[in-house]
């Protein structure tokens, strides 16, 4: 397999833990507009709602803000930055004419993940992954099927960056774009482990409401760098 912009391999598996520490990404210095996300915006998608205080993972205690009616609510402040460092980073590889490969995994979000890699004239993966995907060279080449063909100079071209929106049943993707040194963005719950993932982004990982907001927004992204790349010509 043939491999994108190098610098987009920068993440190393040091920055997959450090991205789950409680300090904030910095703000981006005059970000794209494609980039901005507002926390009434992310009210409106339910992006706080988090899961009973039963079901959750500790190490997402960073990103809870409090706990009502026996649910953790997360912190959308906390999450407001770290969406909008992952879209400015997903808007930069874009720019840079790289790959950016939609997963999803959950069947009732297979039809909008679908539609926004497509409208974004990017790559996807909606049912369960395959193991083997990234890191077996033979499941590679027959397994092009599942990110709809992701091929350049005649042959597979790795993902430069891989969007997990359903983390709890991607893992063996997440495991496979660490030991493959893909940056991963990934959404996840009160409940969710963020452990393997570059650049974690808390929120909820159940709803409609909020899949579509942030399928919607990393689309958006992905046609601002491609846009830049179109100025650029």
């Known amino acids: 397999?043939?491999?994108g912009p190098a610098?987009?391999?920068t993440a190393s598996r040091s920055m997959a833990q450090a991205a789950a520490a409680t300090?904030?990404?910095?703000p981006t210095a005059q970000p794209h507009p494609a980039t901005r996300v507002t926390i009434d915006e992310l009210f409106d998608a339910r992006v706080h709602l988090g899961h009973k205080r039963g079901m959750w993972n500790p190490k997402m205690e960073p990103y809870i803000y409090t706990t009502l009616a026996d649910s953790h609510i997360i912190d959308l402040n906390v999450t407001k930055a770290h969406l909008e460092h992952a879209l400015e980073l997903t808007r930069r590889i874009s720019a840079d004419g790289g790959v950016v490969l939609f997963v999803g995994g959950r069947?009732?979000?297979?039809?909008?993940i679908r539609h926004e890699a497509r409208r974004c004239g990017e790559y996807f993966v909606t049912r369960k992954w395959i193991g083997g995907t990234l890191t077996n060279n033979t499941e590679a080449r027959t397994s092009h099927r599942l990110v709809h063909g992701v091929q350049t100079l005649g042959g597979l071209r790795m993902p430069d960056l891989i969007l997990f929106f359903c983390v709890p049943v991607s893992k063996v993707g997440v495991k496979e774009a660490l030991d493959c040194d893909i940056p991963?963005?990934?959404?996840i719950d009160?409940?969710?482990d963020p452990d393997g993932v570059t650049y974690v982004v808390p929120g909820n990982d159940d709803?409609?409401?909020?899949?579509?907001?942030?399928?919607?927004?990393?689309?958006?992204?992905?046609l601002a760098?491609?846009?830049?790349i179109s100025d650029e010509q």
């Open 23 to 26: 300090e904030r990404p910095q």
């Open 184 to 187: 991963s963005v990934g959404i």
């Open 207 to 222: 709803t409609t409401q909020a899949i579509e907001f942030y399928v919607r927004k990393f689309a958006d992204a992905v």
């Open 7 to 9: 610098w987009a391999r």
């Open 225 to 228: 760098g491609k846009e830049a």
């Open 190 to 192: 009160t409940d969710g």
């Open 1 to 3: 397999m043939k491999q």
């Open 107 to 112: 069947p009732q979000f297979e039809g909008l």
